[in-house]
């Protein structure tokens, strides 16, 4: 039969999980929901064929009628629903960041190594991108030798007044970062945060930002955020190798030549640039989970990896100072590591 899904957090990313496992994906049903606002999850079910509105994520979790979970609520609750899931025995699909310290990432770990089997997969969805796909293809074929530099440009047209400098790395840069270590089959040793003259329309917000991290073999990482850039969504990467170079295409599938220009579409959000990643990356879950797999997607090592860099950038960022990044052994359940 289908999976039957729980939801814990109906908000913007919430609603278009939904949306794709309902409308665009197979092999999965939402048969309950929740949200802090019991309004929002209420006209939520109500869009759905027969899901029921709980008012926690734990009664949604431990309801019958529940298979796996995704978990699309704020980033510092992610922790609780995560082990909940775990401690039910259901797979869970977790948003970034899989949990907001790197404790509550452990404590993740500790559950499923305890448990002795992967449940979780974190919604790291660059890794499903063709574009990406192709990138790591080239590296992995050697085509253009050792890789020795890789610049990865991060840019939003505007962010929410909500929006601070520590997030530019722990909620934007964390797909960065993430994407790195799958591209070049690395860890990260260490990170520099520098900090350019302020873009006019970020107020306070010291942004742009630029990161250069070291991996373990020397490969260094260039992470740039520049998240008031107004010009569109635009998602940058670059590999330089020994013998060559190369990088994500531009966008669009039309070059409009007109009045002395010539041009292409640049995306506008995330929801457009990455629609048809977020749509495999959450097939794959469903079918991991179908076939009693428990998670086969990017692992808890993988939001634990992400979060200890982000914590060592968010520190050198403040202290100006080089940091290192320090892991702790890798759980042989995580072995084998490139996830998907
Ligand atoms: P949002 O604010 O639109 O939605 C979050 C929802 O969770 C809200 O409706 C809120 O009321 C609800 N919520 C918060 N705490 C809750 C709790 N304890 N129980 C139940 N509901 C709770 O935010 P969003 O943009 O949808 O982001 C949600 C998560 O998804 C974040 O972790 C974010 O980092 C991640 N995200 C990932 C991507 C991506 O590209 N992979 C894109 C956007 C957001
Ligand atoms: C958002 O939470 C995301 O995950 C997007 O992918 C990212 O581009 C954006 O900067 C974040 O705020």
């Known amino acids: 039969g289908s999976v039957r899904v729980g939801v814990?957090?109906?908000?913007?990313?919430?609603?278009?999980?939904?949306?794709?496992?309902?409308?665009?994906?197979?092999?999965?049903?939402?048969?309950?929901?929740?949200?802090?606002?019991?309004?929002?999850?209420?006209q939520v079910a109500a869009g759905l064929k027969d899901a029921t509105v709980h008012a926690t994520g734990q009664d949604v979790i431990g309801n019958e009628n529940v298979d796996a979970v995704l978990v699309t609520s704020w980033g510092p609750t992610h922790e609780e629903y995560v082990l909940a899931g775990i401690a039910a025995g259901k797979p869970v699909f977790c948003e970034k960041p899989l949990a907001t310290t790197q404790r509550a990432c452990r404590n993740i770990i500790?559950?499923?190594?305890?448990?002795?089997?992967?449940?979780?997969?974190?919604?790291?969805?660059?890794?499903?991108?063709?574009?990406?796909?192709?990138?790591?293809?080239?590296?992995?074929?050697?085509?253009?030798?050792?890789?020795?530099?890789?610049?990865s440009g991060h840019r939003n047209p505007g962010v929410p007044d909500s929006y601070t400098?520590?997030?530019?790395?722990?909620d934007t840069a964390v797909h960065d970062f993430d994407v790195a270590r799958w591209l070049l089959a690395e860890e990260f040793t260490g990170v520099q945060v520098l900090a350019p003259r302020r873009n006019r329309h970020g107020g306070d917000l010291q942004d742009p930002l630029l990161m250069i991290l070291e991996t373990t073999s020397g490969v260094l990482v260039s992470v740039e955020t520049s998240v008031n850039i107004r010009y569109g969504y635009d998602i940058r990467g670059e590999v330089v190798g020994e013998d060559g170079t190369a990088a994500l295409a531009d966008r669009g599938q039309v070059v409009l030549r007109r009045g002395g220009t010539a041009s292409g579409a640049v995306p506008q959000?995330?929801?457009?640039?990455?629609?048809?990643?977020?749509?495999?990356?959450?097939?794959?879950?469903?079918?991991?989970?179908s076939a009693g797999a428990g998670a086969t997607g990017p692992s808890s090592w993988d939001g634990y990896a992400a979060q200890v860099v982000c914590d060592a950038a968010v520190d050198a960022l403040h202290s100006g100072e080089r940091v290192a990044v320090d892991l702790i052994e890798k759980p042989a359940i995580y072995a084998g590591g490139q996830h998907p």
Do not use: C
Not at 165 to 170: L, R
């Open 8 to 42: 814990v957090g109906t908000g913007m990313i919430g609603q278009d999980h939904i949306r794709r496992i309902t409308q665009v994906l197979s092999g999965a049903d939402v048969t309950a929901v929740t949200d802090l606002s019991a309004d929002l999850a209420q």
């Open 110 to 151: 500790d559950a499923e190594v305890a448990a002795g089997r992967r449940l979780v997969q974190v919604g790291f969805m660059r890794r499903y991108d063709d574009a990406y796909r192709g990138l790591k293809n080239v590296i992995e074929a050697g085509t253009i030798g050792a890789p020795l530099m890789y610049y």
């Open 165 to 170: 400098t520590d997030m530019a790395i722990v």
């Open 269 to 289: 959000d995330w929801r457009e640039r990455f629609i048809d990643a977020y749509d495999s990356e959450l097939q794959d879950w469903i079918n991991a989970v």
